[in-house]
């Protein structure tokens, strides 16, 4: 059993940046893929990263490419997404997801471990 807890959401203006975390327990993020999914208000959950653990391995959705970044720390055992030059469409909750394997899928149904989630706003 995965428990991922993430945390480093708040209100930011347009244009700053915020550093997500996403912290396991129970077991090691070792051979699995790590991804960050977001949820805007009335909205379907969406892919943003993703992560293979073992490779290092990263893929983004487009809309965020170039601005945010997604990366590990093994001692940790913690994923990280750094969003930079953030803008209003960002807003959402966000939430960390896991599953075993080694391709970063886009489709939220393929995970099997999800956070609880942390609210990100980007004012204009």
């Known amino acids: 059993q995965v428990q991922l807890v993430e945390s480093g959401g708040g209100l930011v203006q347009a244009g700053d940046s915020l550093r997500l975390s996403c912290a396991a327990s129970?077991?090691?993020?070792?051979?699995?893929?790590v991804a960050w999914f977001r949820q805007a208000a009335g909205k379907e959950r969406e892919f943003a990263a993703g992560?293979?653990?073992?490779?290092?391995?990263?893929k983004y959705a487009d809309s965020v490419k170039g601005r945010f970044t997604i990366s590990r720390d093994n001692a940790k055992n913690t994923v990280y997404l750094q969003m930079n030059s953030l803008k209003p469409d960002d807003t959402a909750v966000y939430y960390c997801?896991?599953?075993?394997?080694?391709?970063?899928?886009?489709?939220?149904?393929?995970?099997?471990?999800w956070g609880q989630g942390t609210q990100v706003t980007v004012s204009s």
């Open positions: 129970g077991r090691p993020f070792s051979s699995y893929a």
């Open positions: 997801a896991s599953r075993a394997g080694t391709t970063a899928d886009v489709s939220s149904g393929l995970y099997r471990y």
């Open positions: 992560i293979i653990w073992t490779t290092g391995y990263t």
